[in-house]
């Protein structure tokens, strides 16, 4: 499974931006995505997840202001971020994976508490300047 990023840049306090995932193929029809994120200096964060069964989850630092959906036709994971802030500005990566089934809070435990997911892509630059 390959997953590619795009649509990062440099954006003023306030702008928006909306990140791309071509995930390269859906090996199971159940699955847990998500978004993280990493400034200069900090650990990885998890951002957003969502799971097979449409089960969205926020990190309290992006709630009301990011949004994750997907396009399965296209297989494109999304992230939506409005009111972006100077303290967003990191490398985001898209992550994924495939299971037999997705208990409910396993992708905001995996993504927003452990970061543990199997497969990762590059990562996509997002600058937010004040």
């Known amino acids: 499974v390959q997953l590619v990023e795009s649509g990062g840049g440099s954006v003023q306090t306030g702008g928006s931006l909306r990140l791309s995932c071509v995930v390269s193929?859906?090996?199971?029809?159940?699955?847990?995505m998500g978004w993280f994120r990493q400034a200069p200096g900090k650990e990885r964060e998890g951002v957003a997840a969502?799971?097979?069964?449409?089960?969205?989850n926020y990190a309290d630092s992006v709630k009301g202001r990011f949004t994750i959906s997907q396009d399965s036709a296209k297989n494109t994971l999304y992230l939506q971020m409005n009111s972006l802030k100077p303290e967003d500005t990191a490398m985001y990566y898209c992550?994924?994976?495939?299971?037999?089934?997705?208990?409910?809070?396993?992708?905001?435990?995996?993504?927003?508490?452990?970061?543990?997911?199997?497969?990762w892509g590059q990562g996509t630059q997002v600058t937010v300047s004040s």
């Open positions: 969502l799971d097979s069964d449409g089960r969205r």
């Open positions: 193929e859906y090996t199971t029809n159940s699955y847990c």
């Open positions: 992550a994924a994976e495939f299971l037999a089934r997705v208990p409910g809070g396993y992708c905001y435990t995996a993504v927003l508490e452990r970061g543990d997911i199997d497969h």
